[in-house]
C-alpha cells in the first residue's frame, strides 16, 4: 500500500471513530436533561411531570432527568437555573415560574447554547417556547361564572397570587370582570405567599370567616389549591352556603365540583399532562433528531385548550 493510500485509509478509520463518537453524543440515552421546578408541591408541576414522564416510557427513551425544587423561591429557580447550566446538561424544562425573574440566568443557558423549554412560565426571548394555557381566557371563563352564580350581587373574599405570570393575570381579568358587577362587594383581598400556599390560604380565611362569617357569600382562588383550603375552613366552621371557584381542573376538584352539595362550584380544566409529553416530543425534535427549531414549534408561546367545569359537564371531565 503506498503513502497516500494508508494516509487515506487512516483518515476514513478516524472519521469512523469520530462519527461513531458523534453519534454516541446525539443518542437519546445520552440525553442529559435538567428539570427546574418553581414549587415541585403544586399539584400542577407534579401532573406535568407524570405527562412527561408517561410520554417518556411510552417513546423508549431513557433520559436522565434530574429534578431542582426551588419551593416557591424566584432566588431559587435563578440558582437553580445556573446550576443545571454549569453541570453541562444536554437541555432545560422549567415549570410554572416567571421567567422575567430568572433573565439573567436564562440568558447563561442561551449563551451556553443549552435550550430551555418552559412551561406555564411566560416567554423570554431567547427561549424555545412556552406551553400553557390562556389565563386571561380561562379566568374570563370562570369569573364572571362564580359571580352570575350569585346573582350579580353579594361579598366576595379574592384571594390572588402575584408572583406567578399565570395567577397575576387570573387575578387580574377578575379584577376587570368586578368592574362590570356593581352589586358586589370584595370583603377581602389577599395575595397569597406561594412558598407556603395552602397554609397561607388557610390562616388567611380562617381570619376572614372569625371577621366576616355568614357575610361571605363567594370565595375567588386563582387555583384549586387554594380554593379547597377555603372550603375546608368554612366547613370546619359550618358555612356551607359559600360558592367557590378554582382553575386548574385537578382529579380532587373535579370530584369535589361533581358533589351537588359542595361549595366548590366550577374549575377549569387545564391539560398538564399533555404539556409534559409535549415538551419531551419538542426535545427529541429539536435535541436528538437535529431540527430547526422553527420547523417543530409554531410559535414562542403555544396555547392548549382549558375548558370551563361545571355541575352540569363535570362527569365528562373524571
Same mark, same amino acid.
Given at each position: 500500500?503506498?503513502?497516500?493510500?494508508?494516509?487515506?485509509?487512516?483518515?476514513?478509520?478516524?472519521?469512523?471513530?469520530?462519527?461513531?463518537?458523534?453519534?454516541?453524543?446525539?443518542?437519546?440515552?445520552?440525553?442529559?436533561?435538567?428539570?427546574?421546578?418553581?414549587?415541585?408541591?403544586?399539584?400542577?408541576?407534579?401532573?406535568?411531570?407524570?405527562?412527561?414522564?408517561?410520554?417518556?416510557?411510552?417513546?423508549?427513551?431513557?433520559?436522565?432527568?434530574?429534578?431542582?425544587?426551588?419551593?416557591?423561591?424566584?432566588?431559587?429557580?435563578?440558582?437553580?437555573?445556573?446550576?443545571?447550566?454549569?453541570?453541562? =446538561?444536554?437541555?432545560?424544562?422549567?415549570?410554572?415560574?416567571?421567567?422575567?425573574?430568572?433573565?439573567?440566568?436564562?440568558?447563561?443557558?442561551?449563551?451556553?447554547?443549552?435550550?430551555?423549554?418552559? =412551561?406555564?412560565?411566560?416567554?423570554?426571548?431567547?427561549?424555545?417556547?412556552?406551553?400553557?394555557?390562556?389565563?386571561?381566557?380561562?379566568?374570563?371563563?370562570?369569573?364572571?361564572?362564580?359571580?352570575?352564580?350569585?346573582?350579580?350581587?353579594?361579598?366576595?373574599?379574592?384571594?390572588?397570587?402575584?408572583?406567578?405570570?399565570?395567577?397575576?393575570?387570573?387575578?387580574?381579568?377578575?379584577?376587570?370582570?368586578?368592574?362590570?358587577?356593581?352589586?358586589?362587594?370584595?370583603?377581602?383581598?389577599?395575595?397569597?405567599?406561594?412558598?407556603?400556599?395552602?397554609?397561607?390560604?388557610?390562616?388567611?380565611?380562617?381570619?376572614?370567616?372569625?371577621?366576616?362569617?355568614?357575610?361571605?357569600?363567594? =370565595?375567588?382562588?386563582?387555583?384549586?389549591?387554594?380554593?379547597?383550603?377555603?372550603?375546608?375552613?368554612?366547613?370546619?366552621?359550618?358555612?356551607?352556603?359559600?360558592?367557590?371557584?378554582?382553575?386548574?381542573?385537578?382529579?380532587?376538584?373535579?370530584?369535589?365540583?361533581?358533589?351537588?352539595?359542595?361549595?366548590?362550584?366550577?374549575?377549569?380544566?387545564?391539560?398538564?399532562?399533555?404539556?409534559?409529553?409535549? =415538551?419531551?416530543?419538542?426535545?427529541?425534535?429539536?435535541?436528538?433528531?437535529?431540527?430547526?427549531?422553527?420547523?417543530?414549534?409554531?410559535?414562542?408561546?403555544?396555547?392548549?385548550?382549558?375548558?370551563?367545569?361545571?355541575?352540569?359537564?363535570?362527569?365528562?371531565?373524571?
Amino acid at each position: 500500500m503506498n503513502k497516500f493510500a494508508k494516509s487515506l485509509a487512516r483518515c476514513v478509520a478516524a472519521g469512523a471513530v469520530l462519527a461513531a463518537t458523534t453519534a454516541v453524543g446525539f443518542t437519546q440515552d445520552a440525553l442529559e436533561i435538567a428539570w427546574v421546578h418553581s414549587n415541585a408541591a403544586a399539584q400542577s408541576e407534579q401532573r406535568v411531570k407524570a405527562g412527561f414522564e408517561e410520554w417518556l416510557g411510552e417513546s423508549g427513551n431513557s433520559w436522565n432527568v434530574s429534578f431542582l425544587d426551588s419551593q416557591g423561591s424566584g432566588e431559587a429557580t435563578a440558582s437553580n437555573l445556573q446550576d443545571a447550566v454549569s453541570r453541562g =446538561v444536554d437541555a432545560i424544562i422549567i415549570t410554572m415560574s416567571d421567567l422575567r425573574a430568572s433573565k439573567a440566568a436564562i440568558d447563561v443557558a442561551i449563551e451556553a447554547g443549552v435550550p430551555v423549554f418552559s =412551561v406555564d412560565s411566560g416567554f423570554v426571548e431567547g427561549i424555545q417556547v412556552d406551553v400553557t394555557t390562556n389565563n386571561w381566557a380561562m379566568s374570563a371563563d370562570v369569573s364572571p361564572y362564580l359571580l352570575d352564580q350569585i346573582g350579580g350581587e353579594g361579598n366576595l373574599v379574592f384571594f390572588r397570587m402575584a408572583e406567578h405570570h399565570g395567577t397575576r393575570k387570573r387575578g387580574d381579568v377578575m379584577e376587570k370582570v368586578l368592574q362590570e358587577y356593581g352589586d358586589v362587594k370584595v370583603l377581602a383581598e389577599h395575595n397569597i405567599d406561594y412558598t407556603a400556599f395552602f397554609e397561607d390560604t388557610t390562616s388567611s380565611m380562617q381570619d376572614y370567616v372569625a371577621r366576616f362569617g355568614d357575610e361571605i357569600d363567594a =370565595v375567588w382562588a386563582p387555583w384549586d389549591e387554594p380554593a379547597q383550603a377555603t372550603i375546608n375552613v368554612m366547613k370546619a366552621a359550618g358555612l356551607t352556603d359559600v360558592k367557590v371557584i378554582g382553575i386548574d381542573g385537578h382529579p380532587q376538584a373535579v370530584a369535589e365540583v361533581c358533589k351537588p352539595d359542595s361549595m366548590m362550584i366550577a374549575t377549569v380544566s387545564q391539560p398538564f399532562e399533555g404539556m409534559g409529553a409535549q =415538551v419531551g416530543e419538542w426535545i427529541k425534535s429539536i435535541v436528538v433528531d437535529g431540527k430547526s427549531r422553527d420547523e417543530v414549534i409554531p410559535s414562542d408561546i403555544v396555547y392548549m385548550d382549558a375548558p370551563l367545569v361545571t355541575k352540569q359537564n363535570c362527569k365528562d371531565f373524571m
